[in-house]
């Protein structure tokens, strides 16, 4: 069994800024890749930010240049630096990690709440 542990949100004004961890641990031969995902009330759950093994990343439009991945993938670790926070980013933040064997579970979130 795999476990996914994020912490690190929070209460924070408009144009704040947030770091985020992601521990993976369990039954994990090697990560692929770990993504940060979030969940707004009413919204699906997105796809925000993403980081590679080899170290390649990907943004959600919303969040280019205020949001920074980070990783170690030894570690089973991963971060997600956020800055100049808006409103619309309030939401439960969730890691996922892409690894084998395969794992499709998901932690238990973390809340993020970013007030105007």
């Known amino acids: 069994q795999v476990q996914l542990v994020e912490s690190g949100g929070g209460l924070v004004q408009a144009g704040g800024s947030l770091r985020l961890s992601c521990a993976a641990s369990?039954?994990?031969?090697?990560?692929?890749?770990m993504d940060w995902y979030r969940e707004a009330p009413g919204k699906q759950r997105e796809l925000v930010a993403a980081i590679t093994a080899g170290g390649s990343t990907y943004y959600a439009d919303s969040v280019k240049g205020r949001f920074t991945i980070s990783g170690d993938s030894a570690k089973k670790t991963v971060y997600l630096q956020m800055s100049g926070l808006k409103p619309e980013d309030t939401a439960v933040y969730y890691c996922?990690?892409?690894?084998?064997?395969?794992?499709?579970?998901w932690g238990q979130g973390t809340q993020v709440t970013v007030s105007s």
């Open positions: 369990g039954r994990i031969f090697s990560v692929n890749e």
């Open positions: 996922k990690v892409l690894c084998t064997p395969p794992y499709n579970g």
